[in-house]
């Protein structure tokens, strides 16, 4: 999608991916919610025939793309693990920009998997209450999307994911002192603000460094972001266990403040090695 988009439209067109994402988002919690309490796996099927039908799709719409030929053409990227790997320890700066991903990543896993064990063992009706609490994060990015972006689109990247992660903080410690239904979804409201900001700004931050013909690999290198999705359930449930609820919101409020250190030095290590390039005759 990056390759067939020009530079300043990239920023919107990362949003309305995760726009679009979210249409779904908010309707499947719902519907998997209340199927899924008599036991019946039709949840678990209709989610495998939307899977399928997606492949479907993908793959008729990149079979009507046209390649570049000749000198328009960009050499093949490796896009293997090892060759990503390598990639990322031989750049500071994605190396950086991942670590970040990785702590946003970190407490966006935590909040869709031990929010529901927190909300579950706290709150009356707590299976319903998460599903709800999952369609208004969907709902809040169909709403609030277009406005947030079109602020961001006229201000550093680099701004956009240190608001976002304070948004993230800030839901976090909503959720930590909520003790209404009311109070939850006020907070998953501010905590969505923080991702309407991160997502996007992530994606095109990484844009940005990527050498020309190499945008696949940056971007298939963003993917080692992914273990956060396993470090904030694993991380959360330890001090859900241990410490209790609002020790673990608090807890990932402070890991989210911590992603901004991370992307703010690696944006300054870039701005450096930018300086230092020769100027082009």
Same mark, same amino acid.
């Given at each position: 999608?990056?390759?067939?988009?020009?530079?300043?439209?990239?920023?919107?067109?990362?949003?309305?991916?995760?726009?679009?994402?979210?249409?779904?988002?908010? @309707?499947?919690?719902?519907?998997?919610?209340?199927?899924?309490?008599? !036991?019946?796996?039709?949840?678990?099927?209709?989610?495998?025939?939307?899977?399928?039908?997606?492949?479907?799709?993908?793959?008729?719409? $990149?079979?009507?793309? =046209?390649?570049?030929? !000749?000198?328009? *053409?960009?050499? /093949?990227?490796?896009?293997?693990?090892?060759? *990503?790997?390598?990639?990322?320890?031989?750049?500071?700066?994605?190396?950086?920009?991942?670590?970040?991903?990785?702590?946003?990543?970190?407490?966006?896993? %935590?909040?869709?998997?031990?929010?529901?064990?927190?909300?579950? $063992?706290?709150?009356? =009706? !707590?299976?319903?209450?998460?599903?709800?609490?999952?369609?208004?994060?969907?709902?809040? @990015?169909?709403?609030? %999307?277009?406005?947030?972006?079109?602020? *961001?689109?006229?201000?550093?990247?680099? /701004?956009?994911?240190?608001? !976002?992660? @304070?948004?993230?903080?800030?839901?976090?410690?909503?959720?930590?002192?909520?003790?209404?239904?009311?109070?939850? +979804?006020?907070?998953?409201?501010?905590?969505? /603000?923080?991702?309407? #900001?991160?997502?996007?700004?992530?994606?095109?931050?990484? =844009?940005?460094? $990527?050498?020309?013909?190499?945008?696949?690999?940056?971007?298939?290198?963003?993917?080692?972001?992914?273990?956060?999705?396993? #470090?904030?359930?694993?991380?959360?449930?330890? +001090?859900?266990?241990?410490?209790?609820?609002?020790?673990?919101?608090? $807890?990932?409020?402070?890991?989210?403040?911590?992603?901004? #250190?991370?992307?703010? %030095?690696?944006? %300054?290590?870039?701005?450096?090695?930018?300086?230092?390039?020769?100027?082009?005759?």
């Amino acid at each position: 999608m990056s390759d067939l988009t020009p530079p300043e439209k990239r920023f919107r067109l990362f949003s309305l991916r995760y726009w679009s994402g979210n249409v779904g988002f908010a @309707v499947g919690p719902l519907v998997g919610g209340f199927l899924g309490l008599s !036991g019946s796996p039709l949840p678990f099927v209709m989610t495998g025939v939307a899977y399928l039908l997606f492949t479907c799709v993908v793959y008729r719409l $990149a079979a009507g793309i =046209d390649e570049p030929t !000749g000198a328009e *053409a960009e050499p /093949l990227e490796r896009l293997t693990l090892p060759w *990503a790997w390598k990639t990322v320890r031989g750049d500071r700066v994605l190396l950086l920009f991942i670590l970040g991903g990785v702590l946003t990543m970190t407490v966006h896993g %935590q909040m869709s998997v031990t929010l529901s064990q927190y909300v579950k $063992a706290n709150f009356h =009706d !707590g299976i319903k209450l998460f599903a709800v609490l999952m369609s208004v994060n969907s709902l809040a @990015v169909i709403l609030l %999307q277009y406005p947030l972006s079109k602020w *961001a689109e006229g201000r550093s990247y680099l /701004l956009s994911i240190c608001w !976002g992660s @304070v948004l993230f903080a800030a839901g976090e410690m909503g959720f930590a002192l909520s003790q209404s239904a009311a109070w939850l +979804i006020v907070s998953m409201v501010v905590f969505t /603000l923080g991702e309407i #900001l991160v997502v996007p700004a992530e994606y095109i931050m990484l =844009d940005e460094i $990527a050498p020309e013909g190499m945008r696949g690999t940056y971007y298939g290198a963003q993917t080692f972001a992914e273990l956060g999705n396993f #470090l904030g359930p694993w991380l959360g449930g330890l +001090i859900l266990a241990a410490y209790g609820g609002s020790a673990m919101f608090l $807890a990932m409020g402070a890991v989210a403040l911590a992603a901004i #250190l991370f992307y703010w %030095q690696g944006q %300054q290590m870039y701005l450096r090695r930018q300086q230092r390039k020769p100027a082009a005759v």
